[in-house]
C-alpha cells in the first residue's frame, strides 16, 4: 500500500517542509521563500501546504508527519546544561525557554492545529533526519555517514552506515563540542552573523595566511588522531552568556570582535584563515576515520558543516573516499527531507529505488514553479514592458547574447532550488570573463562585502576544461583548483593586499569573475536532463564566446531569501542594477520598465493560498 509522509523542521531557523511518497520526493521548500523572512524559524504552514498540493492530497490522506528532532532530547540537554553553569548560564535558559516549552514541547498540538486532522506524528533524532538526508537520495546502495553541525539534540557530529533501506550510526560527538559552533566562534569574532555568516567566513579565508592555527590548536581544540576533538570551554560563551566567545579568547586573538559592517582587517582575514585550516583538519580526520571503521569506499554528508565546500573539495581531492555525495539542502532545512525519508524507508520499509549511478534529488528543484499563464497574468496586471520568446534556443541565444554584451541578468524558470545554493532556477547570471563582473555583482546587485566569490556554473562535459576536477557537482557544493592553463600570475604578497578592491580585481585566469583570490572555484556542473533551459543558455553562451561558465549567483539582494514568485524577481530586478530580468519565456528589459514603486500587497492570493 503507497505510503505518503510530511516531514517538518521548524523552531530554530530555516524551516521547511518536504514530502515523499513511497521513497519519492515530491517537493521541498523552505519557509522563507513564502513568508519573504530569511531564515524564517517559525512552523512551515505555505512550505507544508505547497508540499500537500504537490501531491494532490489532502491532510488527511497523510500516513504520517514527521519532525526533524527530538524535543524532549533538546530539553533534557538545556536543563542539563543550566544545572552545570547555574546560576551564570540563566540567561540562556530564558531564552531557550519559551521555544522550549511554548513550541518544541507541543509540537502535536500544533500539527493538529495546522492540518484540522489526527494525523500520526513520528519525532525522529536531529542526526537521524541529517543523515537520512544524506543517504536515501544518493546514488549508492551502501555507503559510509558523517554528519557535522552546531548540534542537534546532544550530537554534533555522527559517524554511521547506510546500507539499503537501513541506517546505523556507530559513534557521535555530544555537545558543548561542537566543530560548527566553533566555526560559529570565528564567525561572530569576524563580526559576521552566526547561522548565515559562515558562508562569508570561508569567502575570506583565502585572503589571510593562517598565523593563528597553531593557537587554536594549543588553546581551543584538543584534536585526536580519530578526528575524535574537545572544545576549551574556557574560550567560548555559548553555554551560559549570550556571546559565543569569552575575554580569554579577546586575549589571544589581540583585543575585541570586529564590530559588524566595520572595515575588515588583516586580522579578520588571518583568523578566516586559520580557521578554516584547523576545520579542514578534523574534517580529514573524521573522514579518515570513517573510512576505516566502516571499510567502505564511499561517503555521504549532511549538517550545516557540509555545506564547507572548500573541506568539501580537499576531501574529493585526498581520495579517502572514491565517491561522495553531499545533501544539498545539508543545514536544517534539510532535516524535514530527511525525516520524511527516514519514516518512508525505516519506519513503513519502503525499499530504495536506486536509478543507474544517479541520485534521487532531482537536481533538488523541488520548490514552487510558475506557468507561463501565471507569469502572464502577473506581468499584465502590473501593466509591465515585456517580450515573449517561446522556443527554447530563439530565447536562450538572446539571453547569452545581452550576457556577452555585459548585461547582468536575472533568472527565473522552472521549480525552485530546494538549499541555499541557487542552481540556475533562481539565479543572477553574468559573463565569467569580464574582471569587473564580481565587485559590480556584490557592490550594486547583491548589495554585500565586495570581497565574496561567485560561483561558476559549467557545463557538465566541458568542466574538465576550467578546473581540475573529475567529477559532477551538480549541487555547489565542491571547491577545486582553476586549471593551472588558465591562470594569469599576479604578485602574490600578501602584506600589499589591505585595499581588498584592488586585490578582487586582479585578473586571475581568463574566467576571472569566477576565479577566487587563490585561483580556486565553486563549481555547478549542468547536465541536460536536470536543467535543460539553463543547459541551453550555458550552450548558446558557447556557441558565442567559445566558453561555456557563466557566473551563477542566487537570485536575491543582502538580507533577503532567494526569489521565489513572479513578484519576488521584479522586485529584486527593480531594486537592484540587473539589466535583463527572465521569467520563464518572458524577458523585460529595465530601461523599458515603468517607475518603480513599492507594493504594500505584494503577498498575491496566487502566491500563498
Known sequence: MSKTVLGISAFYHDSAAAIVRDGEILAAVQEERFTRKKHDPDFPKYASNFCLEQAFINPDELD????YENPLLTLDRVVKNFLVTSPAGLESWRRALPSLLGTKLQIRKIVNKFLGEKVPLIFSEHHF?????????????????????GVGEWATTSLGVGKGNTISLLKEIQYPHSLGLLYSAFTYFCGFKVNSGEYKLMGLAPYGTPKYAKKIRDHLIDMKSDGSFQLNLDYFGYL????????????????????????????????ASSIQVVLEEVIDSLAQHVRKVTGLRRLVMAGGVALNC???????SKGIFDQF???????????ALGAALLASHQYFDIPRNIKGGRDNQKGSFLGPAYSSQEVKAYLKRYNLPHIQIADRRNRAETIAEALASGKIVGYMSGRMEFGPRSLGARSILGDPRNVKTQSTMNLKIKFRESFRPFAPSVILEDVEEYFDLKTESPYMLIVAPVKESRR???????????????????????????????????IQTVNQKDNPDFYEILQAFKRQTGFGVLVNTSFN????????????????????????????EFLLKKDAQPNYKEQDDWREEYELD
Open 488 to 522: 594569469i600570475p599576479i604578485d602574490g604578497n600578501k602584506d600589499n593586499n589591505e585595499d581588498m578592491i584592488k586585490v578582487i580585481n586582479q585578473t586571475r585566469s581568463d574566467i576571472p569573475a569566477v576565479t577566487h583570490v587563490d585561483y580556486s572555484a565553486r
Open 557 to 584: 539582494v543582502r538580507g533577503e531569501p532567494i526569489a521565489c514568485s513572479p513578484h519576488d524577481s521584479y522586485t529584486c530586478f527593480m531594486r537592484s542594477q540587473i539589466d535583463l530580468l527572465i521569467m520563464g
Open 325 to 335: 555525495w553531499i545533501q544539498p539542502a545539508a543545514g536544517d532545512a534539510g532535516g
Open 129 to 149: 533526519s541529517h543523515a537520512a538526508s544524506a543517504f536515501y537520495p544518493s546514488p549508492f546502495q551502501e555507503s559510509a555517514i558523517l554528519t557535522l553541525d
Open 310 to 316: 572548500v573541506a568539501n573539495g580537499k576531501i574529493l
Open 64 to 67: 504520517a508527519v514527521v519532525y
Open 240 to 271: 551560559d552568556t549570550n556571546f559565543m566567545t569569552t575575554a580569554g579568547f579577546k586575549k589571544i586573538f589581540g583585543g575585541p570582535p570586529r564590530l559588524p559592517e566595520s572595515p575588515i582587517t588583516r586580522r579578520e582575514m588571518d583568523l
